[in-house]
C-alpha cells in the first residue's frame, strides 16, 4: 500500500496571533513539499510539527516554539518545543489512516490538537494481530527502512524476505544491517553469511556492524544522514544498541538476550522519533522488536524481494503460470537447473500465498462492513417513516 497519502481531518481552528517560523523544523525532514501541503492550514494560525510519538489517543510532536530557543525534551532543536496534543480531530475508523510517528501535523496551538496529518510519502505497514485483518502503520514519511539481522543466531533468511517486502511496499529504501558481526571472527565466515544475505536481497545494501567494537558505524552513520530512518527486527537483534550507536549517546535502554534460548527481552515498547547528531542530521524513528511480520497489500514488496522469480515467470508460455506444473514453466526450468534456489522458490510461494489471503480477508471485512452500514441506514430509514406516518391506530 504505497503512499499513504490523504487529509484525515479538516475543520482548522480559528485564526490565531503565534509568530513562529517553520524553519528549524528542517532537522526533522521538513521541506518546500511539505510546507505547501501545510499551507491552508498556516493560514488559519495554525502550527506545522511532527510526532515523535503516539500515546492512547495522545501524541508528543515537535513544532516550531513561539520565539528563542526549544523548551523542549532534551535534544529537540533550537527553535522548536515538544507538545502534547490531542488526536481525537483526526480519528477515523481504518487504521492505517491513524496517526502514527512520522507524521506531519496541523497542530491547534489553542486547542492543543491534532487538526490534521499531511499527506504520507510513505508508510511502512504490516497486518495487525486481530482477526479483523486490520493493517497497522509503524512509522511514516520514512526514507530508509533500516533491517536489523542479527549474527548471534542462525540466519533466517525467511524472515530477512519478510521484512524486505514491507519496506519495499512502503516506497522508502531498504537497508540490511547484520549486527553483531564481532561475534563472527572469521572473516570467511563473515563474507559467507554476507553473501547468503546479498542473494536475499536484490537491489539492497547489506552492511555489517558491531556496536561493541564501533566497526561499521561510521559506513552506516553516513548511509542515513540526513533523512528520516525507521528501525525494524526481531528482538534481541540489537537494535536499541545500534540506535544508541547512531545517536551517540545512551538514549535507548539495552538488556542482554536470555541464556535459556538466545531471544532478545523487549526493550523498546513504543515508536519513537529522535534526531540524528549534527552535522549530518536527519531523524532515526526506533520501534518495538517485532514478533510477527505479516504482510499487509504487499504484492509490489514481494515483488521487489523476489525480483528474479519475477523476471522468469515473464518467460513462462502461459502468462498466468502459477510455477508449479505448468509446461513450459520457466521458473521451474530454471529450479531444475540450479539458477533458481528452492528455498527462494518455496519462501515466494508462501508469501504470496499470505499476501492473497489477507486481501481476501480484508475484502470480506470491506464488504462485511459496507452491508453493516447498509442496515443501519434501510433501519434508521424505516424508523423515519414511521414517525412520518405517526402512531398507528
Not at 2 to 23: E, I, K, N, V
Not at 120 to 126: E, I, S
Not at 246 to 266: F, P, Y
Request: aromatic share 4%; net charge neutral; charged share 25%.
Amino acid at each position: 500500500m504505497r503512499q499513504q497519502a490523504h487529509h484525515l481531518s479538516s475543520s482548522p481552528s480559528s485564526p490565531s496571533t503565534h509568530s513562529t517560523s517553520p524553519a528549524p523544523l528542517a532537522r526533522y525532514g521538513w521541506d518546500a513539499a511539505f510546507a505547501e501541503a501545510f499551507a491552508p492550514y498556516a493560514a488559519d494560525g495554525l502550527l506545522p510539527g511532527r510526532i515523535v510519538r503516539v500515546d492512547r489517543g495522545l501524541c508528543d510532536a515537535v513544532v516550531p516554539a513561539p520565539s528563542g530557543p526549544g523548551t523542549g525534551s532534551a535534544g529537540a532543536a533550537a527553535g522548536l518545543r515538544t507538545v502534547r496534543a490531542d488526536l481525537a480531530p483526526v480519528s477515523d475508523p481504518d487504521p492505517t489512516r491513524w496517526a502514527c510517528t512520522g507524521d506531519w501535523i496541523a497542530y491547534d496551538p489553542d486547542e492543543r490538537a491534532v487538526r490534521a496529518l499531511l499527506p504520507r510519502r510513505t508508510a511502512v505497514l504490516r497486518s495487525a494481530s486481530s482477526k479483523r485483518s486490520d493493517g497497522q502503520v509503524l512509522a511514516a514519511n520514512v526514507d530508509h527502512v533500516l533491517i536489523a539481522v542479527s549474527l548471534a543466531a542462525e540466519l533466517d533468511l525467511g524472515r530477512a524476505e519478510r521484512f524486505l517486502a514491507l519496506a519495499w511496499e512502503s516506497g522508502a529504501q531498504p537497508l540490511v544491517v547484520l549486527t553483531k558481526a564481532d561475534l563472527v571472527p572469521d572473516p570467511a565466515t563473515l563474507a559467507h553469511l554476507v553473501a547468503d544475505v546479498e542473494a536475499t536481497a536484490p537491489g539492497v545494501s547489506v552492511l555489517t556492524v558491531s556496536a561493541a567494537t564501533g566497526d561499521g558505524v561510521d559506513v552506516l552513520t553516513a548511509a542515513v544522514t540526513g533523512g528520516t530512518t525507521v528501525l525494524l527486527g526481531q528482538s534481541g537483534a540489537g537494535k536499541s544498541t545500534l540506535a544508541n550507536s547512531l545517536l551517540g549517546s545512551e538514549t535507548q535502554t539495552v538488556r542482554t538476550i536470555r541464556d535459556s534460548d538466545g531471544k532478545g527481552r523487549h526493550t523498546t515498547t513504543t515508536r519513537d522519533l529522535l534526531p540524528l547528531p549534527l552535522p549530518g542530521g536527519g531523524v532515526l524513528i526506533d520501534t518495538p522488536g517485532l514478533r510477527g511480520v505479516g504482510l499487509w497489500d504487499a504484492e509490489g514488496g514481494v515483488a521487489q524481494v523476489f525480483s528474479e522469480i519475477e523476471e522468469l515467470a515473464g518467460d513462462c508460455r502461459f502468462h498466468d503460470c502459477a510455477h508449479t506444473a505448468e509446461p513450459g514453466c520457466a521458473v521451474l526450468a530454471a529450479l531444475e537447473d540450479g539458477t533458481l534456489q528452492e528455498r527462494r522458490l518455496d519462501s515466494y510461494r508462501k508469501l504470496i500465498r499470505e499476501n492473497e489471503w489477507i486481501a481476501s480477508r480484508t475484502d470480506a471485512r470491506l464488504r462485511a462492513e459496507r452491508r453493516r452500514v447498509w442496515k443501519q441506514r434501510q433501519a434508521l430509514g424505516k424508523h423515519l417513516v414511521q414517525r412520518k406516518r405517526g402512531p398507528q391506530r
